[in-house]
């Protein structure tokens, strides 16, 4: 009986999603308010006039956070859902736990990145 194992497409691209909007969170939220923290509020004002768009990601922040925060819990189910196994040939076996070890390095990258921008958007702002 030769029975295929399930997982042996290439890694999904959405794992860059996942970065991408991670890394928003921290572009509209944490950088302006630990440069202004530090004395800094030219350089927002000119981060502000060189990238209005991120004038409209601060403004919707709550989203920000909702959706980026949902897709690392789809993202965290993915690597660690149960029945997950690797083929069972030596070079897609190789393969796929290089991309599973890429995919968790990802997913505590963009974890530790959601975690920061959500503190210092709603964390900070209550102790200043």
Not at 25 to 34: H, K, M, Y
Not at 35 to 47: E, R
Not at 81 to 86: D, H, M
Request: net charge positive.
């Amino acid at each position: 009986m030769n029975k295929q194992a399930p997982n042996t497409s290439k890694p999904r691209s959405w794992s860059w999603l996942l970065l991408f909007t991670t890394t928003g969170t921290l572009l509209c939220c944490a950088i302006p308010i630990v440069l202004v923290t530090l004395g800094l509020g030219a350089t927002v004002a000119s981060m502000a006039s060189a990238a209005p768009w991120l004038i409209t990601l601060s403004q919707n922040k709550g989203w920000m956070f909702a959706v980026s925060g949902v897709l690392i819990g789809l993202s965290y189910w993915a690597v660690h859902r149960p029945g997950r196994v690797c083929p069972t040939d030596p070079e897609l076996a190789a393969a796929c736990e290089s991309a599973d070890r890429w995919n968790q390095r990802f997913l505590w990258v963009s974890g530790g990145m959601w975690c920061v921008g959500f503190v210092a958007a709603y964390g900070l702002p209550l102790l200043l």
